[in-house]
């Protein structure tokens, strides 16, 4: 019994591990765009300015 428990749980980590891992992907991904925005906005108003 103790071992179906066990490999019960391993079952349930991986598919927590496939069903997180494309939703870590995207949230890596948001914070990226998030942060190139952030990023480019200033430099675009820099060279608006500078211009």
Known sequence: ???AMR???VQSAQ???IGLTP???L???LHAE???I???IPAAHF???AG
């Open 15 to 17: 598919w927590l591990a």
């Open 7 to 9: 490999s019960m749980k």
């Open 38 to 40: 952030r990023l480019q």
């Open 23 to 25: 939703l870590t992907v």
């Open 34 to 36: 998030h942060y190139n």
């Open 27 to 29: 949230l890596l991904l």
């Open 1 to 3: 019994m103790a071992v």
């Open 47 to 49: 060279i608006l300015c």
